[in-house]
T-cell receptor, first 113, second 114 residues
Framework: EDQVTQSPEALRLQEGESSSLNCSYT??????LFWYRQDPGKGPEFLFT???AGEEKEKERLKATLTKKESFLHITAPKPEDSATYLC??????????????FGRGTQLTVWP | KAGVTQTPRYLIKTRGQQVTLSCSPI?????VSWYQQTPGQGLQFLFE???????NKGNFPGRFSGRQFSNSRSEMNVSTLELGDSALYLC?????????????FGNGTRLTVT
């Protein structure tokens, strides 16, 4: 079964219309939750790492938060250049090293002018 | 600082052939991981190398193999290619083999098997 589920699969926003992307996880022993952005034809670009419930990280129009079961990526007043697929991944205890992340399927965000 | 470099960017191969993909990590990064990305399965972990040793391996058949050199550069090989191997192959490097250093990805090699 999927350890990481992202919703919605796709999201269309008008420029300036704030929203949130969701990443829920079922793993235990979470050691880190990662957000990435992926543009077409490119590899994922690292955005944030969250380690414990209650933690928040911000970068420009993006803010990531973490609870015990899920993470949210809040996008405030998005611009067309924020259009991309946003990926969530977890690293958890399973005798696993950091190089092995479990990814969700992503949310494809489109921001139109 | 240069990012993760993967070569070639595109490959077209025929079923039954084999292929080698190359990855140069960020300078100073000793851990290299490989992932396969397909529309149907998303990003799936292949294997991870640290100091020339395979530290972790995903659930892929033995046709998929890799190695890491003393300069941390890595290669992955797929033998006896199948149509289902068509995918974007991504390499990622991190500063440490363990701990909370994030993975930094290259732009991948797009493999098409015909």
């Amino acid at each position: 079964e999927d350890q990481v589920t992202q919703s919605p699969e796709a999201l269309r926003l008008q420029e300036g219309e704030s929203s949130s992307l969701n990443c829920s996880y079922t793993v235990s022993g979470l050691r880190g939750l990662f957000w990435y952005r992926q543009d077409p034809g490119k590899g994922p670009e690292f955005l944030f790492t969250l380690y414990s419930a209650g933690e928040e990280k911000e970068k420009e129009r993006l803010k990531a938060t973490l609870t015990k079961k899920e993470s949210f990526l809040h996008i405030t007043a998005p611009k067309p250049e924020d259009s991309a697929t946003y990926l969530c991944a977890v690293h958890y205890d399973r005798g696993s090293t950091l190089g092995r992340l479990y990814f969700g399927r992503g949310t494809q965000l489109t921001v139109w002018p | 600082k240069a990012g993760v470099t993967q070569t070639p960017r595109y490959l077209i191969k025929t079923r039954g052939q084999q292929v080698t993909l190359s990855c140069s990590p960020i300078s100073g990064h000793r851990s290299v991981s490989w992932y396969q990305q397909t529309p149907g399965q998303g990003l799936q972990f292949l294997f991870e190398y640290f100091s020339e040793t395979q530290r972790n391996k995903g659930n892929f058949p033995g046709r998929f193999s890799g190695r890491q050199f003393s300069n941390s550069r890595s290669e992955m090989n797929v033998s006896t290619l199948e149509l289902g191997d068509s995918a974007l192959y991504l390499c990622a490097s991190s500063l440490e083999g363990q701990g909370y250093s994030p993975l930094h990805f290259g732009n991948g090699t797009r493999l098409t098997v015909t």
